[in-house]
């Protein structure tokens, strides 16, 4: 029964961690997975191999013990490296290339457990014909997820249920599952094939996010599951032995896994990390030794042995994570760098805009023709949709969730603005996003002015309201009619916007405390008017119109076209079309609509 509760944690472990990768991203790194996978599990087992035939122990137990030992754990590592912010780093894609080498090399050796303890293999004849029809329903599966996936998650995010969403991805694994198993697979694999496929579409974040928070129950109950295994009387009776072959395990693995790092061109520090990071024992070996067990390949002396060395490796791998960092960057500093691939360096300084409405899209424009590196958070799927074909760094979530923010980089971001609509979730967005990132810059859209105190108080640093930015510039165009001069308006809505809104805010503000347009250039009108063609102003200069003699009226600018010309001079000829900007009093202007027309002629 503890067994049962082991393989199910290994196999919600799995579906997670296929989440944290795609088919891209395996493709993109498909030589250091085969090539670095392929070198460490080979060199591993065979090491191990060749010292358990010089010990005496019979071919199939140190076949198992090889591929047991070979292996790493997966959960182990990942979250060593995401803790850090490493999986991007060079030890970080070769140990995940490792990694998921091994996790797929658990398959063929599953079907070739049975093979070791001594039953019949299958007729020559049949073998080609098992592949074959193995292979096709392998191809028909990835052909329908591939395709079927992203529409059943992309209709689940159009109904905007968090839960109906989480469902769909659970739902999703389950059938996997299922359908790995009764093809004679390992249901640890259908779950990590499952998180795989949803890693490859747009909704692999908001994906991941809602799965996170089970994933440390996961871990938890796999690792209490190996705990009960455990037999404390087998590990008090035999110190020395459990001892040395725990040591041994760490000898054995180290080396190969460096090989296979330098192999790959790595440096000093990278090819150190991923030695000793690779030093313990995995979670799959843990489902070989219970099967080895089960078929009597092992027997229960060997299958505690081996238990309590892979656990008290498990334990000490933290510890040799840390120490790898430490000797990898001393041996990189005393050690000349002969090639080797820089890090690259992670997005950060960039801004985040959540929400890809018209604000949203606006900003992202600007940004762009700036050179501001930026990230889109949005939670409309067929928007995600869309813009990810065309290529715009966008991703589908809600960014509520610190998941989706941490996958947008907001840990690192120096701007974050939100243009969404719904005011509740504006300011879980703010609260989530200042629990991420203390130092992040916030600033927040809203609509209405009851909201600003509010979303001030989450933490946001910048609240916009549109209900006082239209007010704002109504003000400006008012006090424009009544010729206020144009710097006394500037300061007057720089107060305005410097306190917060607060002179808007006060019913009852006193007198004197805004801009005083009483007795300002009453006398005084500014008028724009088009010259018509039938005007008898056309082709005429400004000298000859007698708009000053006649009406009292001072040209300002003409326009024409996209040109403008201020303060024109008297040789100045007006054309039809031409747009006139003049200056007087209303009486005397009264009449000078007449002469642009050219009513007045007839």
């Given amino acids: 029964m503890i067994g049962r509760y082991a393989e199910l944690g290994v196999i919600l472990l799995l579906f997670t961690i296929g989440l944290e990768i795609s088919f891209r991203e395996l493709l993109t790194a498909r030589r250091m997975l085969v090539l670095g996978g392929a070198l460490q599990l080979l060199l591993t087992a065979g090491a191990v191999v060749a010292v ?12 198992v013990f090889g591929v047991m030992i070979a292996l790493s754990s997966t959960t182990i590592v990942m979250s060593a490296l995401g803790e850090r912010g490493e999986t991007g780093s060079p030890h970080g894609r070769f140990l995940l290339s490792v990694l998921i080498f091994q996790d797929l090399a658990v398959v063929p050796v599953m079907l070739l457990l049975p093979l070791l303890a001594g039953e019949a293999p299958p007729a020559l004849g049949e073998i080609p014909l098992r592949l074959i029809e193995g292979g096709v ?34 739902g999703i694994c389950v059938l996997t599952v299922y359908i790995s198993g009764a093809l004679g697979l390992s249901f640890a694999f259908g779950a990590f094939l499952a998180g795989l496929l949803i890693a490859d579409s747009e909704f692999r974040h908001e994906a991941l996010t809602l799965v996170l928070p089970f994933r440390d129950i996961f871990a938890g109950l796999f690792f209490v599951s190996i705990g009960m295994l455990l037999q404390t009387e087998y590990l008090l009776a035999q110190p020395l032995l459990v001892g040395g072959l725990t040591l041994g395990i760490v000898v054995v693995k180290t080396l190969p896994g460096m090989l296979s790092a330098r192999a790959l061109g790595l440096s000093v520090r990278p090819v150190v990390i991923g030695g000793l990071s690779l030093a313990h024992v995995g979670e799959f070996s843990f489902v070989i030794a219970t099967t080895a067990l089960t078929l009597g390949v092992l027997s229960a002396g060997a299958y505690q042995l081996f238990l309590n060395a892979a656990v008290l490796s498990m334990a000490a791998a933290p510890f040799l994570i840390q120490l790898s960092r ?38 992202a424009r600007i940004a762009r023709e700036s050179g501001i590196a930026y990230t889109v958070i949005e939670a409309n799927p067929e928007t995600v949709r869309h813009e990810l074909a065309a290529g715009e760094p966008i991703l589908f979530g809600d960014a509520a969730h610190a998941g989706v923010l941490r996958s947008a980089g907001v840990d690192r971001a120096r701007l974050l603005v939100c243009v969404i609509s719904d005011p509740g979730a504006v300011e879980r967005v703010v609260r989530a996003a200042r629990a991420v990132n203390p130092d992040l810059f916030i600033a927040v859209r809203v609509r209405y002015a009851g909201e600003v105190e509010k979303l001030l108080g989450s933490g946001a640093d910048e609240v916009i309201a549109e209900e006082f930015e239209a007010l704002i510039e109504l003000v400006v165009r008012v006090l424009s009619v009544y010729v206020v001069p144009f710097n006394e308006i500037e300061g007057y809505v720089d107060r305005v916007r410097a306190g917060g809104y607060a002179m808007f805010r006060s019913l009852r503000a006193p007198a004197g405390a805004g801009v005083d347009a009483k007795g300002r250039l009453y006398d005084l009108d500014i008028r724009t008017y088009r010259v018509a063609p039938a005007s008898p102003l056309a082709g005429l200069r400004l000298e000859e119109s007698g708009l000053r003699d006649r009406f009292g009226a001072t040209v300002l600018a003409v326009r024409r076209g996209d040109a403008t010309v201020t303060n024109p001079p008297g040789d100045q000829v007006l054309l039809p079309g031409d747009v006139v900007v003049l200056i007087g009093s209303p009486s005397e202007l009264s009449g000078v609509g007449a002469r642009f027309s050219g009513a007045d002629e007839k």
């Fill in 137 to 170: 329903v392998l191809v028909a599966i990835l052909v329908s997820l591939r395709w079927g996936v992203p529409a059943l998650l992309y209709h689940a995010a159009r109904v905007k249920s968090s839960e109906v969403f989480l469902f769909s991805v659970v």
């Fill in 52 to 63: 358990a035939l010089l010990l005496g122990l019979p071919f199939s137990v140190a076949a």
């Fill in 326 to 363: 430490v000797l990898g960057n001393r041996l990189a500093a005393a050690v000349p760098q002969r090639g080797g691939e820089p890090e690259p360096p992670p997005l950060a300084d960039h801004l985040v805009i959540v929400g890809y409405g018209l604000s949203g899209r606006k900003l």
